[in-house]
């Protein structure tokens, strides 16, 4: 009788850790595997024994997170399941918010907004971007989160947006936060091909020659000393040194070089940080193969 008791409160031990949540495997899941449906699996199982509001909170962005990915790889013929699927991403994500505020649950809100609103169209984007941006901007201003993938999302939104008097696109600013993902990018868990790409079509699309870089970068430095905000400082964080402002990859400064001179060295750094990579994952490879393709067009 004993040794049955002991048997099942054994198994009951082991079936309250199964259950439990564990944020590390959940994003080896997507990150490293970027096996979505199972990390979805995985989280759908642990929401109910979530211990309080915060962990519920993070399974819910992460059940965000997997949603809207999943979503992005449904082709764009198919209005009706992608609307569906973002809608449901953006759902999550508010019920994460509205659980315990965290800047990933705004990230994700934000991310799946925006993905509602190029679904629908460029009207519909604009009307999307400034609600976006102020997601954005408390992530980044109110949790002082410095999230890559948040300025990532700044990138593109002043990338793509018209400027003024339409939206609030400005390409200088794009860039500024674009070069922020970048040095704030996790290069433990990802390759970050992506970021790669985006700053130097940026940059290509800019075209910059070496003196107008160093004068501009030398008046953003007083800009960027001067601003104290998180998303106004980094507008400036091209020129935060001046001219002679370095990139990680570069042995130059941005003021001895072209826009397109970089554009052409970030290209060649992300294609030799793809062939350290023992076993590339499959999206990383189709990155990379963008990446050459696109640096043999502009060399």
């Not at 990139?247 to 992300?270: H, K, L, N, W």
Request: with cysteine; net charge negative.
């Amino acid at each position: 009788m004993k040794k049955t008791i002991a048997m099942l409160i054994a198994l009951l031990c082991a079936l309250t850790l199964s259950a439990a949540f564990d944020p590390a495997y959940s994003d080896s899941l997507f990150y490293l595997e970027q096996d979505y449906e199972s990390d979805l699996d995985y989280l759908d199982s642990t929401l109910a024994s979530a211990t309080d509001d915060e962990e519920r909170a993070a399974i819910l962005w992460r059940q965000a997170r997997d949603v809207l990915t999943i979503t992005d790889d449904v082709p764009e013929d198919e209005k009706d399941e992608r609307l569906a699927g973002y809608g449901e991403a953006q759902d999550l994500a508010q019920q994460s918010v509205d659980t315990y505020e965290t800047p990933n649950g705004y990230h994700w809100l934000s991310s799946a907004i925006g993905r509602i609103g190029q679904v629908n169209g460029p009207l519909n984007s604009l009307s999307k971007a400034k609600p976006m941006r102020e997601l954005i901007y408390k992530v980044q201003n109110d949790f002082n989160a410095d999230m890559s993938d948040s300025w990532y999302v700044l990138g593109l939104l002043y990338d793509q947006l018209p400027g003024a008097p339409l939206s609030f696109g400005n390409s200088n600013y794009a860039i500024s936060y674009m070069r922020r993902c970048v040095d704030t990018q996790d290069n433990v868990n990802r390759l970050n091909l992506t970021n790669y790409l985006e700053l130097a079509q940026q940059l290509y699309d800019r075209n910059w020659k070496a003196d107008k870089r160093a004068k501009e970068a030398d008046k953003m430095e007083d800009k960027y000393a001067s601003e104290t905000v998180p998303t106004e400082k980094m507008k400036y964080y091209e020129g935060r040194d001046g001219r002679d402002t370095k990139p990680f990859y570069s042995t130059v400064s941005i003021g001895q070089m072209s826009d397109r001179q970089e554009a052409a060295m970030i290209c060649q750094y992300a294609m030799a940080v793809y062939g350290l990579k023992a076993e590339p994952l499959a999206s990383d490879t189709q990155k990379y193969n963008e990446i050459v393709e696109w640096y043999n067009s502009i060399t």
